[in-house]
């Protein structure tokens, strides 16, 4: 993974995936928090991955908000909306589904002062600081995040007043073997 800066530097014969630059995923995460966090924080990366986790994978998002919300259906539009698009795959971890990409992209983010990372008891608290909330509202008001933007929050009127530990819990009840059987560091489909 590298910088969008260095992208003049590849062969033009290289293809480049959105995947393979750090900016896509530093976008994505500042979009999280701003959206699906509190005041722009979240309280673990447990519950940031699996936040991600269902920006992501909007089948399995689908899936589990009817069965967060019984009350509410999964409508025709909300599986096609889902259908078949995942942007860039996570893997298999102890905890559930994980991006290898994370501390990198972290690293990133803070060295930028768009967040801050710090340490609340066995957890981090991750936050955004001014620059980053100005970033990310900036990034939200574009065309091209549009349907990622809805989506998240779509997650957090679902999910966000829930902790790392249940959604955990959550994934590995209602994808047993979509996740929680695949081997560590398998790719999730």
Known sequence: MESVARVGTRPVSL????????????????????????????????????????ARYPEFFAVAKAAATPTVAVTEEDRNSAAGVVESAMVRHHYGPWDKRYYHVLAHLESRALISVSPEGKSYRLALTPLGRETARALASTASFGSLVERMRDVKRVFGGKSGTYLKNLIYQLFDEEVGRLPLGEEIR
């Open 15 to 54: 293809p480049l995936l959105a995947e393979d630059v750090v900016e896509f995923h530093a976008a994505r995460l500042l979009l999280l928090l701003e959206i699906c966090g509190t005041a722009g924080k979240i309280d673990g990366l447990t519950k940031m991955a699996k936040l991600d986790f269902f």
